[in-house]
């Protein structure tokens, strides 16, 4: 009878200590806090920078690299910290984040001053462009 007690109050114990621990880790879930954070659904709720990575498969060299929302013409600065020549293994882009639900719009420049996009595409983290003569703009 006693090893009984003992093990039922074991359990009432244990159950009252893992309930009181997820309670806790919800609500630090609820604040923000953890190990792992999702990806903000707007620019104003992070600081955090997303990257993306450029491969050059045009022929030249890019010298710049520019993203804007599709539809729209709003470029902005250029991204890429230094030249990617042709050949060259893919390059790192770091972006603010953005919004998810919408698709974007990759420009590139090459040393030729020619420009070359994608568009529509569907931004997120860890993707890889291939831009390509195909992507030339005339």
Do not use: H
Not at 68 to 92: F, H, I, Q, S
């Amino acid at each position: 009878m006693r090893k009984i007690k003992v093990v039922f109050l074991t359990l009432l114990l244990f159950t009252v200590i893992t309930a009181d621990s997820q309670e806790g880790q919800g609500e630090a879930r609820r604040r923000g806090e953890g190990r792992t954070r999702s990806l903000p659904r707007s620019e104003a709720e992070s600081p955090e920078k997303i990257s993306i990575y450029i491969k050059n498969e045009t022929g030249y060299t890019i010298k710049a690299v520019f993203i804007c929302k599709a539809g729209e013409n709003k470029w902005g600065d250029n991204l890429l910290e230094n030249p990617l020549r042709e050949g060259d293994r893919t390059t790192a882009i770091s972006i603010d984040p953005f919004d998810s639900d919408s698709k974007y719009n990759i420009r590139v420049q090459d040393v030729g001053e020619d420009f070359y996009t994608r568009k529509n595409i569907d931004l997120k983290r860890g993707l890889v462009v291939t831009m390509t003569s195909d992507d030339l703009e005339f």
